[in-house]
């Protein structure tokens, strides 16, 4: 077979290739993904007390509080697989991303308790897709360093839980 007409299957393309400027794109935008993540699951620790006290809550409807968004990504984690093997996994990354930041976002408005469980079920289910962000990446990157660009985008998670807490803190050092 002539060299020129020859064919690759995609792993093979991607070790010809290596990781390049694409993948480094690509590990970004996941990672920004990633990062906000991190942050909205760091934040449950932070808005839980500030809630309870603010309104009264007992410590049974404050744990409730992060209790729905765990239980709620499990079955977000099912939908959002379905929904990216379907559509693909960027548009599934996308639609992911929108939701839990509306939700987020929403909540933040919460003008009472029963919405902000409803609104944390629903970050909960946005959450729950978390892993196609990790699988849209590991797509694009050849199989023999997958193991360790996996551990450089988990670092991003590292990184937005970190961004979190020093976001808290400095929110309280300003209110003392």
């Known amino acids: 077979m002539n060299d020129e007409y020859r064919t690759y299957l995609v792993d093979e393309a991607l070790v010809a290739l290596g990781f390049g400027n694409f993948q480094v794109l690509v590990l970004i935008y996941a990672g920004m993904g990633w990062i906000s993540e991190a942050m909205e699951m760091m934040l449950l620790s932070f808005v839980g007390p500030a809630v309870q006290s603010t309104w009264g809550l007992s410590t049974h409807e404050e744990s409730l ?19 990216s093997d379907k559509c693909g996994r960027r548009r599934g990354f996308l639609m992911t991303t929108v939701f839990t930041a509306t939700a987020g976002c929403l909540s933040a408005f919460s003008s009472n308790f029963p919405v902000l469980i409803i609104l944390h079920c629903l970050v909960g289910i946005g959450l729950g897709g978390g892993p196609v962000l990790s699988a ?32 808290a803190w400095v929110r309280q050092c300003a209110l003392d």
Do not use: C, D, K, Q
Not at 73 to 80: H, R, V
Not at 137 to 166: C, K
């Open 136 to 167: 849209w990446f590991l797509e694009f990157i050849p199989a023999p360093h997958r193991g360790t660009w996996m551990v450089v985008f988990s670092g991003f998670w590292i990184v937005g839980t970190v961004l979190e807490a020093s976001l």
């Open 65 to 83: 509080l992060t209790s729905v968004v765990f239980a709620n990504m499990f079955i977000g984690a099912y939908l959002w697989g379905r929904i």
